[in-house]
Each structure stands twice: as C-alpha cells, then as structure tokens.
Nanobody
Framework: QLVESGGGLVQAGDSLRLSCKIS????????MAWFRRAPGKEREFVAG????????FYSDSVKGRFTISKEKAENMVSLQMNNLKPEDTAVYSC???????????????WGQGTQVTVSS
C-alpha cells in the first residue's frame, strides 16, 4: 500500500514537499516514481528513483525544480517541489515499478494521490 501526503494550495514560486509511505517491503529491484494528472489531461510521469541505487530520472517539465529522494529506513519516498508554477497543478500519485520507465503501464501499484494546487 502506498499513501501520499503533503499536498496543498500554494502560490506560484512557492515550495511543497510530498511524501509517499510504503507499507510492506520494497524490493531492491524496484523503482519508485511520482506521476501527476491535471484536470482533463492524461497522467504523466514526473520523477523516479531506483530503490537500490541513487540514480534518479525526471521529466523535462520539472527537471531542475523537483527533487525525488528516498528514506529507506522509513520506507518512504519524497518529492521536493520548488518554484512551483500554475501548470504544476494536479493530483500527484506515487507508484512502484519493476524498472526505470516513464510509462504508467510499467508501474503495478499506486497510491490514491494528493492534490497540489498552485495559484498564479
């Protein structure tokens, strides 16, 4: 089970930190990722991190502004979002996949999501 927290309403330029608590064991081969879905749009990849390594990967739209990290001891993955823009408004969900991928179909477990709203 994946449970997200940390969403909210902020202004453009503000920062927000999302957390994803993992219940159960995350295998070393797994990848954790954040996706988002804006109103009327398809779900899109945001950022990912290998559970067993420190390698990360990002979508071009958030590169340089968002940082994904993991806290293994707490079985948690976080997404630090800086310099937020109105176009970042979406429901953000974390997911577990079997390998580094940008595709939603490659992830097999999802959280319910947390709303992030950025006002201009």
């Amino acid at each position: 089970q994946l449970v997200e927290s940390g969403g909210g309403l902020v202004q453009a330029g503000d920062s927000l930190r999302l957390s994803c608590k993992i219940s159960g064991r995350a295998f070393t081969s797994h990848v954790m990722a954040w996706f988002r879905r804006a109103p009327g749009k398809e779900r899109e990849f945001v950022a990912g991190i290998r559970w067993s390594r420190d390698s990360t990967f990002y979508s071009d739209s958030v590169k340089g502004r968002f940082t994904i990290s993991k806290e293994k001891a707490e079985n948690m993955v976080s997404l630090q979002m800086n310099n937020l823009k109105p176009e970042d408004t979406a429901v953000y969900s974390c997911a577990i996949g079997t390998g580094p991928s940008f595709r939603t179909g490659d992830y097999f477990r999802w959280g319910q999501g947390t709303q992030v709203t950025v006002s201009s």
